[in-house]
């Protein structure tokens, strides 16, 4: 398997009023040396927000939702007139009014059960089919604006709140939906018919069954008011967990390297047990919850049974009347239950749906224009302005004061030892995060350029050759494609036994080496074709295939202005431009023969490099891409192995 996230879309640049290019960060940020800030969760919307939004879909579908109503009201109805029929029977047999009255009305009996229960069944069917139907259009809204989040709002947010929201949330308003939605909806009309119902028999017994309420109402409304709190805290606790997971299982290495496996098992066992509590006290309220819901179904029932008896001693009603109340109030009881304990879930869903609409309200607003033309010439040039920047949590900045001017169409070399800041200032050039202080801007008259960021982590996207390729570009042509895969040097997917319908990916799919994959990432460059492109190690393949790399990469920089962090320095050795950075401060500046020649740390950092790596002698500044064999070649080259066609293995490593 491939590590995961390699490219990520082209980001278009936020442009400015005063039409003076896209401006990021702030020269009012906080002061660089103050603590960083807590990692934000994504936004959740208010209650109002989210039942707009709820409200605004459900009337798209007004017609089929009235229709689901009335054929739900019209079983309800059917089923309530067992009661008063029950109650005829009792007279029947009490006035012994004779064996044909209770045949009929034996006979409307179960033709009234019937009826109810056929358009009840067929009422929750057609509100379930609604239901599914608008959360599949929620869903897709909220995948959709998950995959436009900002990079950096999801960095910071931590990617398994998302993750917890499109899966947790998602399914808890599934479940809700499905399972409870259709019976709520039955028991909201079963008790409006009923205490109308009993109203018919005698107000006084309907007043009487109301009784319960002042009791239901503190039961329902001290439920109400913790449990919003309550479930918020258990879904944010959990997601923190679920934070923790990926981030222990992403730096499993560095963590078994610093042997600190103690500390991250700790803190999931500190977070584990936080969200633990929280659940109990969820199970707490709920019982105290159900406990008073019985005892008002109780006080309740025996308030009807005293009136009913009452009113009969006084000949105010039949037998058979408040036998028809007492089970006309029997009869709320499931439904009550039912209304009140799915609050439970209704509670729980009505939160995921705040934090889905929450999703969506983060997302910024699709662009008005389509992408600029793929061949329009703009490459602009980039000012970094006096940077700073500081991870959260992180006692250094990563960055202190950098400043560099990129021209327009120019390749830029970022090199430096390990931890230097080149990945932290290639990525906020790429748009990822903003500086703390200072400002990255791109040249007046730009603000349509997009900035595009390729990295080393590679990843295969489950589909076809071809769909990993229209990632860029989703109306690109197959010719188009082949185009780009030709022009990088990648004809190895395109011979016997690849090409581009071969399914890559997922548990059938074939499986390429990461140098492949890497390079398909480099013919997605061209299909997207940014006027600013970021390149962090993105050649990171050592070995015979990175020259193939070196030499796409030399391909994908051409025409546009270009930002590489460069491990290997024979990439630097070819660019415009290379800035040694030197722990986040910009150490040096130049071309590499006037580094070379003033004799820093470049030099002797290129002389040690040329001393181990055979292949790099030529110091004139002329090789680098150049030396890189021709695009073309075949794919045993990439990989320094494979045979044409053979680069595919299918199925999964284990
Ligand atoms: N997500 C992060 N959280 C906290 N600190 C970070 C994070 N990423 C990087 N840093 C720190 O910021 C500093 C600069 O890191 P950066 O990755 O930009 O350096 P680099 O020159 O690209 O290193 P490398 O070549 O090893 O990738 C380092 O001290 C690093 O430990």
């Given at each position: ?26 020269d009012a940020a906080p002061p660089p040396d103050a603590p960083g800030p807590a990692r934000p969760l994504l ?88 239901i599914q139907d608008t959360l599949a259009g929620l869903r897709e809204d909220v995948f959709d604006a998950a ?508």
């Amino acid at each position: 398997m491939n590590p995961p996230a390699s490219t990520s879309p082209p980001t278009p640049l936020p442009g400015t009023d005063d039409g003076t290019g896209p401006v990021t960060g702030t020269d009012a940020a906080p002061p660089p040396d103050a603590p960083g800030p807590a990692r934000p969760l994504l936004p959740v919307a208010g209650p109002g927000r989210t039942r707009r939004e709820i409200l605004r879909r459900l009337a798209r579908r007004r017609g089929r939702l009235t229709v689901t109503l009335l054929v739900l009201l019209a079983g309800t109805a059917a089923s309530l007139t067992v009661p008063p029929l029950l109650g005829a029977v009792v007279d029947t047999v009490v006035d012994r009014s004779g064996h044909g009255r209770l045949a009929v009305l034996g006979a409307a009996l179960v033709g009234a059960s019937l009826v109810g229960a056929a358009l009840t069944w067929q009422g929750g069917r057609m509100l379930i089919a609604l239901i599914q139907d608008t959360l599949a259009g929620l869903r897709e809204d909220v995948f959709d604006a998950a995959v436009r989040l900002p990079a950096d709002t999801l960095e910071s947010s931590g990617s398994s709140d998302v993750v917890s929201r499109v899966t947790g949330d998602v399914e808890a308003i599934s479940e809700a939906a499905s399972e409870v939605l259709p019976d709520i909806t039955t028991a909201g009309l079963t008790i409006a018919l009923t205490v109308t119902g009993l109203a018919v028999l005698d107000p006084r017994l309907a007043l009487a069954g109301l009784v319960c309420l002042p009791l239901h109402w503190y039961a329902t409304r001290r439920f109400l008011a913790r449990s919003h709190q309550v479930y918020g805290d258990i879904r944010r606790l959990e997601s923190a967990r679920g934070q923790t997971v990926i981030e222990a299982v992403r730096g499993a290495e560095t963590i078994r390297a610093y042997r600190t496996q103690r500390t991250h098992l700790t803190e999931l066992a500190v977070r584990g047990e936080r969200a633990i509590d929280r659940q109990y006290d969820g199970a707490r309220l709920r019982n105290r919850f159900y406990g008073l819901l019985h005892t008002a179904e109780f006080v309740g029932l025996a308030t009807v049974l005293a009136v009913g008896y009452a009113l009969l001693g006084r000949g105010a009603i039949t037998l058979g009347a408040a036998t028809a109340a007492a089970l006309y109030f029997h009869r709320l009881f499931g439904p009550i239950g039912v209304l009140l304990t799915s609050l439970d879930d209704i509670q729980r869903a009505t939160v995921g749906l705040a934090r889905l609409v929450g999703v969506i309200d983060a997302a910024p607003p699709r662009p008005a224009s389509p992408a600029p033309a793929p061949n329009a010439r703009r490459s602009p040039a980039v000012g970094v302005t006096g940077v700073w920047y500081r991870y959260s949590g992180s006692a250094r900045p990563a960055l202190h004061d950098v400043s560099l001017t990129i021209p327009g169409g120019a390749t830029v070399a970022l090199v430096g030892a390990s931890g230097s800041g080149k990945s932290t200032l290639a990525r906020l050039v790429a748009g990822v995060g903003r500086p703390d202080r200072g400002r990255i801007t791109t040249e007046p008259g730009r603000q349509d350029a997009l900035r595009y960021l390729v990295t080393q982590e590679v990843h295969l996207f489950n589909g076809t050759l071809a769909d990993n390729l229209r990632l860029a570009r989703p109306g690109a042509t197959d010719a188009e494609l082949v185009a780009v895969l030709r022009e990088v040097g990648a004809d190895w997917a395109l011979e016997p036994g690849l090409g581009l319908d071969t399914v890559l990916g997922g548990p059938d799919g074939a499986d390429l080496d990461d140098g492949s994959v890497q390079h398909l990432a480099l013919a997605r460059v061209l299909l997207a074709d940014p006027p600013l492109l970021v390149l962090d190690e993105p050649t990171a393949e050592s070995g015979p295939g990175s020259r193939v790399l070196t030499a796409a990469l030399a391909r994908v920089t051409r025409d546009r202005t270009s930002v590489i962090v460069a491990h290997r320095l024979e990439q630097a050795r070819a660019c415009d431009l290379i800035v040694l950075l030197k722990d986040g401060r910009v150490a040096e500046e130049g071309t590499h023969a006037s580094l070379l020649a003033s004799e820093g740390e470049y030099a002797s950092l290129w002389r040690a490099y040329a001393g181990r790596t055979p292949d790099v002698t030529d110091d004139s500044g002329t090789g680098g891409y150049g030396t890189a064999r021709a695009p073309g070649q075949r794919h045993r080259d990439v990989t320094g192995a494979p045979e044409p066609g053979t680069a595919a293995r299918t199925g999964r490593e284990n």
